[in-house]
């Protein structure tokens, strides 16, 4: 019972505080329907990584998107075929909060679509498209209802319909000029086996179809990030190789008083979304990417502004990305598990092992602001309420259908473990298409397991956490270091018979679902039975 109640105490507060940083800053920046979107993704070109691997990525970091994940098969189309279009609105009739999404239209369907791997945010396709996301919010003004295509949509349409970045984009362009953005500010990581694109999208305005967007490329040997924040800055449309940006970007900006292109240099952040630059919950988390992989460029943690991208120090490993996401600003100023200290019997003066980094009354108090954790507070990068996370990696060396893997983790990547999906899947174990969040407690549903882990692990951070990194660790080391071997294993089967390879893939990966799942269930007992009498 006394977990219990330490449960519901935490859910009230995690449901209230960011109401009230809603009410106290009216800023629409990391807000979708009234309920925080906060998604931070990690970009990374291929000479910036350990084996080459062009790498995009995404903690879907939201109370409301779907908690469930299964894979759409690639597909042929009849003539006159529609796809239907939606907006997310807020649904609160179900066990848990959730999106109802609302049919607003439909645009015409192609005659061929490609399978791909459905997240909340569809994530990456059989041909290393892979995409990740970030909500930034940007003007209010700019969001229109008369747009048919949101960001999940517009995630699902780059997908089924085209194998490269640049590719994306453009398809982008034309949709969103023709049929319209109905969604807030969104930022996007496209990525193909060859590079990878920020791309950053508004509205047109009220009443108006269209959209306002533009991409930069993130240079091969640097790391890039998006955190809830606008981060593109200066444009140069000449440099085509770097930078897109829709017809009107200028004219808008200029148009609504925004810009004034004879006092100043064209900042499309500071033009379409000025409030996430003031945001502390995003530039924290961008400070923190970059000190952690560019330690020597040594920069201000208090700063407005970073790079767009940086040269990482050391070419970037899996294990170090994964760590990085892991992250909650330990043994900096900024560690969030500062507030809740007690004397050792030396009377030193320690950390409590009561005090967790994730849950909200942990950061209260840190640096006076906001309650901690309002837009303007400060956050971490691992999050207590993140429904999944990707890393993809796309890598040109292997075919297509061995090349992309989706490393996907369940809840809070500081108490999950990644599994490598392979993206030419055809199927998932049940625990990831089970939709029990919406539907209450279950442990037949993947996120409800590790939303189980999780929890009980924040309640005891600095003893549980440990437990956890014990099992965890080791068998994350392994499904890496196990990677090479299986791409070789299936590029064998390849060569001779393209279909059993993706039934070799398919097994392995859901072999391996299926063992983490199996193993948080028998964490989550053990975590319960040992600590049950030091609460």
């Known amino acids: 019972m006394k977990v219990f109640k330490k449960i519901l105490v935490l859910s009230a507060i995690g449901v209230i505080l960011p109401w009230l940083a809603l009410a106290q800053t009216g800023d629409k920046s990391d807000w979708v329907a009234g309920v925080p979107d906060a998604c931070t993704s990690i970009t990374l070109g291929k000479l910036a990584t350990a084996d080459g691997s062009v790498i995009t990525s995404h903690t879907d970091d939201s109370h409301r998107t779907r908690s469930w994940i299964d894979i759409v ?70 969001q229109s209802d008369e747009g048919l295509i949101d960001c999940q949509r517009l995630c699902q349409l780059m997908l089924e319909r085209e194998t490269t970045a640049r590719g994306a984009i453009k398809l982008a362009g034309e949709l969103l000029e023709k049929y319209g953005w109905n969604d807030y500010g969104e930022a996007l990581t496209i990525a193909d086996k060859n590079e990878v694109w920020h791309f950053e999208v508004v509205g047109p305005g009220k009443g108006k179809v269209g959209a306002v967007w533009v991409a930069q490329r993130v240079p091969d040997d640097h790391v890039s990030v ?17 930078f897109m940006a829709s017809k009107n970007v200028f004219q808008v900006a200029e148009d609504n008083g925004w810009w004034d292109p004879e006092k100043e240099s064209f900042r499309f952040c500071y033009a379409y979304a000025p409030g996430s630059r003031t945001s502390f919950a995003s530039r924290r988390r961008e400070w923190r990417v970059f000190d952690l992989l560019a330690p020597s460029l040594k920069l201000d943690p208090n700063a407005e502004n970073y790079p767009f991208s940086v040269k990482p120090d050391t070419l970037v490993t899996m294990e170090k990305l994964i760590s990085v996401f892991r992250d909650y600003y330990q043994d900096t100023p900024f560690d969030m598990r500062k507030t809740l200290t007690v004397k050792d019997e030396n009377g030193m003066e320690v950390i409590s092992p009561l005090a967790n980094p994730h849950m909200p009354y942990d950061a209260n108090k840190l640096h006076k602001i906001n309650g901690g954790w309002g837009w303007l507070g400060e956050r971490t990068i691992a999050r207590w309420y993140t429904m999944y996370a990707t890393i993809i990696q796309l890598r040109d060396w292997l075919p297509d259908e061995i090349g992309g893997v989706e490393w996907l983790a369940m809840d809070n990547v500081a108490s999950s ?64 270091n196990q990677l090479p071997s299986i791409d070789k294993q299936a590029l064998e089967l390849y060569n001779k018979d393209p279909e059993k390879a993706i039934q070799f893939m398919n097994d392995y990966s859901n072999k391996k679902g299926i063992i983490v799942m199996e193993k948080a269930i028998e964490m989550g007992d053990m975590l319960w039975t040992k600590y049950d009498e030091k609460f």
């Open 226 to 242: 998006n955190v809830n924040a606008s981060t593109i800055k200066e444009i140069n449309l000449k440099d085509k190789d770097y």
């Open 73 to 142: 098969p690639p597909m042929v189309h009849k003539k006159g075929d529609m796809v239907p279009m939606y907006k997310r609105v807020k649904n609160d009739s179900l066990a848990m909060p959730a999106y109802a999404h609302v049919k607003v239209g439909e645009i015409p369907q192609v005659s061929k679509t490609y399978g791909y791997i459905n997240t909340a945010y569809p994530s990456l396709n059989r041909h290393q498209l892979g995409i990740g996301e970030s909500t930034f919010g940007g003007r209010d003004e700019l």
């Open 417 to 480: 473990i990644y599994v490598p999906i392979y993206g030419s899947v055809t199927d998932l174990p049940d625990y990831y298409k089970t939709p029990g969040r919406i539907n209450g407690y279950t442990l037949k549903s993947a996120w409800w397991i590790f939303n189980r882990l999780g929890t009980l692990t924040a309640q005891r951070w600095g003893d549980m956490h440990k437990d956890v990194d014990a099992i965890w660790f080791p068998m994350q080391s392994d499904f890496i």
